[in-house]
């Protein structure tokens, strides 16, 4: 979610759009509707709201909405009544704006701590839509639209106690505000509860229960309400004054997997097919980036490894014992009574009387391999080689109880190959931009593949220069990777200088091609050895 403080501004407007003109001017005369005032207006077009879905620009007197949330000028007259049911998100975001241009009249003194002044925003989300429930009580179905809009798993990215109250104060105190129901939120609440624990939540739901009987105009009191938030989290904004960040050296826990089940529950999806709705608009592939047909050999070296993954998970055959309804082996007598009974009975028998010994290939687990591919400008010559490698595991894993996924990083990370998907083409990855992305695409990894639960044998192979920014926190990710029992493997060109991580297993590589073949022989190698 963008910041609370985003919704109210005195950043620059956006300039109008003329082909939402008629938007704009329709909703600028629904609004003292839905505020009594006469002085404000609205302003639809792709981009409007700044850093958020939507604000309001007080000084302007001035709402903005964002027209990526209604999606084409056409879709539905916006003169009609009936047309925020076909919209009902970007109707939601206008009627949350319209609630803090009639209830939010405080302003934050200029001597507030920025943590301090986190917190009252926060609280000010639920007190505004609170009273403007309270005046018009129909339009809590639209406001409920604007909160899953507003809502990111995001905004619980680590289980620690700030985000946890954070999203207690975003999601939760909506309950009290009659916005969402308890049974909306039952998942967030059992998800904050394990990490702030009952009594501290019940000192946090006493100060946003206060705030929703805060006048319009105290400003005061909203602010001492935040300087007791800040102390009940052990939080000293004279010492602390700045709002805490977030460890990137850390993965998302309970709190952003309870958020995405309530987006997804109140989209009407699946969490899975929400993720991957997620997955797809943050990481999906530029357009810029090209797609070819698998050439033959790239075919065989599929069906090559392919090959070794079968042996690998038969690999030395153990003595076993098996059922057997006909001899040789050791008859079972209780078994061979239910079997004559059976025939007796003019069914057909299922028992087995007989039991023999046999070799039979030891039972191998899943295999999890999510390979990380550096596309920098330093690591030109690896973006086609390794472009063919995802498509070539991708391929070998297919009826090999094995699953891999490929993920490029630079500025952003890109899925190339999703897991459990197998490409009638191969996408050939650009190149350009630093290593910044190099965090997200191991937490992409992790969310794709699980690699932090056991049950399964886990890799991960990582093919860079380790020239990467965050160092500290780019080992504390490969770290918990390593304690969780998966395995890395970084594959580094021979001939540029890079970092060496703790906790891997550190290759140099002199060749593109061997580069794919140290991921092929450990992936066998690592079932071989499960």
């Known amino acids: 979610m963008p910041h609370p403080s985003t919704h109210r501004t005195t950043g620059p407007a956006t300039a109008g759009d003329p082909d939402w003109r008629s938007w704009s001017d329709a909703w600028t005369r629904h609004l003292p509707t839905l505020t009594g005032r006469h002085d404000l ?101 639209w406001l409920r639209h604007a909160a899953t809009t507003l809502l990111q798993p995001d905004d619980a990215p680590v289980d620690d106690a700030w985000h946890a109250a954070h999203l207690a104060g975003l999601l939760l105190a909506r309950v009290d505000a009659r916005i969402v129901t308890a049974k909306d939120v039952k998942g967030v609440r059992a998800a904050i509860t394990t990490v702030l624990g009952r009594t501290t939540l ?23 309400l935040a300087w007791r938030w800040c102390r009940i989290l052990g939080i000293d904004p004279h010492q602390r004054p700045q709002p805490p960040r977030p460890d990137p050296g850390q993965f998302a826990g309970h709190l952003a997997h309870a958020v995405t089940d309530y987006l ?165 990855m650009g190149i350009g931009g630093g290593s910044t992305a190099f965090l997200d695409a191991v937490k992409l990894a992790d969310q794709l593949l699980h690699l932090r639960q056991p049950g399964r044998v886990r890799m991960l192979a990582v093919v860079s220069d380790g020239d990467l920014p965050n160092l500290d926190s780019a080992q504390r990710l490969i770290t918990t990777l390593h304690q969780s029992g998966c395995a890395v493997l970084w594959l580094r060109p021979d001939a540029l200088t890079g970092h060496t991580f703790a906790y891997t297993t550190t290759l140099l590589v002199d060749d593109p091609v061997h580069a794919v073949a140290a991921i092929a022989d450990a992936a066998v190698t690592a079932l071989e050895q499960a």
């Open 41 to 141: 207006t609205v302003t639809v077009a792709p981009g409007a709201g700044g850093a958020a879905p939507a604000r309001f620009l007080p000084d302007a007197r001035r709402i903005e909405v964002d027209a990526t949330h209604i999606g084409a000028p056409e879709i539905t007259n916006p003169y009609k009544a009936g047309h925020k049911r076909v919209v009902p998100t970007a109707y939601g975001l206008l009627v949350h704006e319209a609630a803090h241009a009639t209830h939010s009249l405080w302003d934050t003194p200029t001597d507030t701590p920025p943590v301090v002044a986190d917190v009252a925003a926060v609280l000010e989300e639920s007190r505004a839509e609170n009273r403007h429930r309270s005046r018009r009580r129909g339009d809590r179905r």
């Open 202 to 224: 019940r000192q946090l739901r006493d100060v946003w229960r206060q705030a929703h009987t805060v006048d319009d105009t105290d400003a005061a009191t909203m602010i001492d």
């Open 264 to 428: 997804a529950h109140a989209l009407g999806l699946t969490p899975t097919e929400y993720a991957d709705q997620q997955i797809q608009s943050r990481h999906g592939a530029p357009t810029t980036w090209t797609r070819r047909e698998p050439t033959d050999t790239e075919r065989a070296a599929a069906h090559h490894l392919a090959a070794r993954l079968r042996r690998a998970r038969t690999h030395v055959p153990e003595p076993d014992t098996r059922p057997s309804p006909t001899p040789p082996g050791r008859l079972r007598t209780r078994h061979a009574i239910t079997a004559k009974a059976q025939i007796a009975a003019g069914s057909i028998p299922t028992a087995t009387p007989w039991q023999r010994r046999t070799q039979t290939p030891p039972p191998k687990p899943h295999l999890h391999l999510g390979v990380l591919v550096d596309t920098s400008g330093s690591m030109y010559a690896y973006a086609a080689p390794m472009s063919s490698a995802g498509w070539i595991l991708a391929h070998a894993a297919r009826t090999n109880q094995a699953t891999t996924t490929t993920i490029s990083f630079s500025t952003g990370a890109t899925l190339l190959v999703p897991p459990r998907r197998h490409p009638t083409e191969v996408l050939e």
